[in-house]
């Protein structure tokens, strides 16, 4: 079964960092782009950033770009996402999911929540 | 950045019925779109990729149509695990981009 579980999330205050991780197994994780997106309480779904297989090349929301680092470790199927200079608008689940085909997201973590606040 | 306009907001029915779910984008996406449903504290499932193919174990009821700018979901008969809530995205161009959401709720 593929599985992806996110940690790394909590309480920070404004101007922080927390670094995110997602464990995934189930499938050739060195093989396929991933992707965070984050969801606001209450809001709809945001895309955050993107990171090719190898990890060459990365792709980030205009958001968060300078502020947030995605990575990866094939070694470990592991996904990272390192946010620093958080703001109160980074408050939200964040989900890791694993990209299909294209663009679309075929399996998606449980997620992990992020709030920032003083 | 592709914009996705999803309708309604809200969608009142009841188990049985049909429904028909509308996403537009601001401009052509060709058959890049899919669809996701998110039922309450739970993360989004994929449902229809490319507009029109079911994803592994997307019920035969779920249909999606459409290409270019217009799109919509189809549900043919709702069953109760399909109250929750519907989310269009574009891969067509970058910023990968969502649509705000229709709501399916029971009536």
């Known amino acids: 079964d593929v599985q992806l579980l996110e940690s790394g999330g909590g309480l920070a205050q404004p101007g922080g960092s927390l670094r995110l991780a997602c464990a995934v197994s189930?499938?050739?994780?060195?093989?396929?782009?991933m992707r965070w997106v984050r969801q606001a309480p209450g809001k709809g779904l945001e895309w955050v950033s993107t990171?090719?297989?190898?990890?060459?090349?990365?792709y980030y929301a205009d958001s968060v770009r300078g502020r947030f680092t995605i990575s990866r470790d094939n070694s470990k199927n592991t996904l990272y996402l390192q946010m620093d200079s958080l703001r109160a608008e980074d408050t939200a689940i964040y989900y890791c999911?694993?990209?299909?085909?294209?663009?679309?997201?075929?399996?998606w973590g449980q997620g992990t929540l992020v709030t920032v606040s003083s | 950045e592709i914009v996705l306009t999803q309708s309604p907001a809200t969608l009142s029915l009841s188990p049985g019925e049909r429904a028909t779910l509308s996403c537009r984008a601001s401009?052509?996406?060709?058959?890049?779109l899919g669809w996701y449903q998110q039922r309450p504290g739970r993360a989004p499932t994929l449902l229809i990729f490319?507009?029109?193919k079911r994803a592994t174990g997307t019920p035969a009821r779920f249909s999606g149509s459409g290409s270019g700018t217009d799109f919509t979901l189809t549900i043919s008969s709702l069953e109760s695990e399909d109250f929750a809530v519907y989310y269009c995205?574009?891969?067509?161009?970058?910023?990968?981009?969502f649509g705000g959401g229709t709501k399916v709720e029971i009536k």
């Open positions: 995205q574009q891969g067509s161009n970058w910023p990968l981009t």
């Open positions: 990171i090719s297989d190898s990890g060459t090349n990365t």
């Open positions: 490319d507009a029109s």
């Open positions: 189930g499938f050739t994780f060195s093989s396929n782009a």
């Open positions: 401009q052509s996406v060709s058959s890049s």
């Open positions: 999911a694993k990209v299909a085909g294209a663009y679309y997201l075929d399996y």
